[in-house]
């Protein structure tokens, strides 16, 4: 299976600071129509689950421009500029390019 | 507005059988793959299975196909998880997800269960 290593387990930042998530996948993400099958997700206490980019980029309905999906093959970043209060929060990324669909460790943002 | 509400978890004992359901709202079930995630109390998180639109359809991980039964009611708007002979390394949160432009674009709340003794 596909293993997706998230090296941080927490970062510590402040409010308004730009940080960067790494996701490393073990095997190329690329599929043969162009995409990357990897997304990231938000988890907040007391709040669902939220789905933040797919194909490595693409933001869903309603996600603020400042979350950002990048990288390509095997290393994908989620970047978030002038981080919010709201956005301390655990952050996996996910594979669907091969079944098992595989998870990340996830990444806890915490307050510095 | 998207809802999804799982129930039907709890304290169960090793070896027992267990069946989570979830209620959707707020979109055309039928229309939608759905899945099952579930997360360790350590926060680890594992894809169960998803089943499609139609129910026609399943796919599991290999580690759970044997024991667990993902299945659905389309005219209930209901998604179910099966769980036979627990362990307690399946004590966890289950999450009900759908699946749309993006994979588990909307999650429920979750639901806990305890394996024990």
């Known amino acids: 299976q596909i293993m997706l290593t998230q090296q941080a387990e927490s970062l510590w930042i402040s409010p308004g600071e730009r940080v960067s998530i790494t996701c490393r996948a073990s095997?190329?993400?690329?599929?043969?129509?162009?995409?990357?099958?990897l997304s990231w997700y938000q988890q907040r206490p007391g709040q669902t689950t939220k789905a933040l980019i797919y194909?490595?980029?693409v933001r869903t309905d309603g996600v603020p421009t400042r979350f950002i999906g990048s990288g390509s093959g095997t290393e994908f970043t989620l970047s978030i500029e002038h981080v919010q209060p709201e956005d301390f929060a655990i952050y996996y990324c996910?594979?669907?390019?091969?079944?098992?669909?595989?998870f990340g460790g996830g990444t806890k943002l915490e307050l510095k | 507005e998207v809802q999804l509400v799982e129930s039907g978890g709890g304290l169960v004992q090793p070896g027992a059988s267990l069946k989570l359901s979830c209620v959707a709202s707020g979109f055309t079930f039928s229309d939608y793959w759905m899945s099952w995630v579930r997360q360790t109390p350590g926060k680890t998180m594992e894809w169960i299975g998803d089943i499609k639109y139609d129910g026609s359809y399943t796919n599991y991980a290999p580690s759970l196909k044997n024991r667990f039964t993902i299945s659905r009611d389309n005219a209930k708007s209901t998604l179910y998880l099966q769980m036979s002979n627990v362990r307690s390394e399946d004590t966890a949160t289950y999450y009900c997800?759908?699946?749309?432009?993006?994979?588990?674009?909307?999650w429920g709340q979750g639901v806990m269960v305890t394996v024990s003794s």
């Open positions: 194909h490595a980029s």
């Open positions: 997800t759908r699946t749309g432009r993006a994979p588990f674009d909307y």
């Open positions: 095997q190329s993400l690329l599929y043969t129509d162009g995409k990357h099958y």
């Open positions: 996910l594979q669907t390019l091969k079944s098992p669909w595989t």
